[in-house]
Antibody
């Protein structure tokens, strides 16, 4: 069974940092691009970042570019999102999602999400 | 960047009704269009990809169509378990933009 489990969310002050993790199982991790999607309370889905299967290509939404860094460790079958200079508007549930292939593709499996709250 | 615009933003229909949701891309995306369903308090779930291909396990009352810039999601006979917010997504580029969502309720 394909499974994604996020962790690392919590309460952080504005300007602070947080690192999210997404542990994967049940598929060939290195063959699939991975993504982060967030959802602010009561709002819609917002794509945040994508990383290719090899990790060589990375893409970011304008809203997080320069502050967030996506990475992956294929030996540990884990996806990461390093979030720096956090703002109140970054408050959201963060989902990791598996793409259907090694590059850009539909998001066929989602984790349960981890809540990030940015507040003083 | 490609923008995705859904309409309506919400709708209310009776059980058994045919429901149609539209999604328009700001530029052509061929058929790189996916639809997701998010039930209240739940994780999003892939319903349709490549504009019209049903994901495994999705009921056949769901269907998708379109190409280029205009797409539709149709529920042929609305069921109580279809209460959810539906999102379209462009995956033609690396920027996997979502539409703003359409909330479907039972009248």
């Amino acid at each position: 069974e394909v499974q994604l489990v996020e962790s690392g969310g919590g309460l952080v002050q504005p300007g602070g940092s947080l690192r999210l993790s997404c542990a994967a199982s049940g598929f060939t991790f290195s063959s699939c691009a991975m993504n982060w999607v967030r959802q602010a309370p009561g709002k819609g889905l917002e794509w945040v970042s994508t990383i290719s299967g090899s990790g060589s290509s990375k893409f970011y939404a304008d809203s997080v570019k320069g502050r967030f860094t996506i990475s992956r460790d294929n030996s540990k079958i884990t996806l990461y999102l390093q979030m720096n200079s956090l703002r109140a508007e970054d408050t959201a549930v963060y989902y990791c999602a598996k793409a259907s292939g090694s590059g850009i593709g539909r998001f066929d499996t989602w984790g349960q999400g981890t809540l990030v709250t940015v507040s003083s | 960047d490609i923008q995705m615009t859904q309409s309506p933003s919400s709708l209310s229909a009776s059980v058994g009704d045919r429901v149609t949701i539209t999604c328009r891309a700001s530029q052509g995306i061929s058929n790189y269009l996916a639809w997701y369903q998010q039930k209240p308090g739940k994780v999003p779930k892939l319903l349709i990809y490549a504009a019209s291909t049903l994901q495994s396990g999705v009921p056949s009352r769901f269907s998708g169509s379109g190409s280029g810039t205009d797409f539709t999601l149709t529920i042929s006979s609305l069921q109580p378990e279809d209460v959810a917010t539906y999102y379209c997504q462009n995956y033609n580029s690396a920027l996997g933009t979502f539409g703003q969502g359409t909330k479907v309720e039972i009248k």
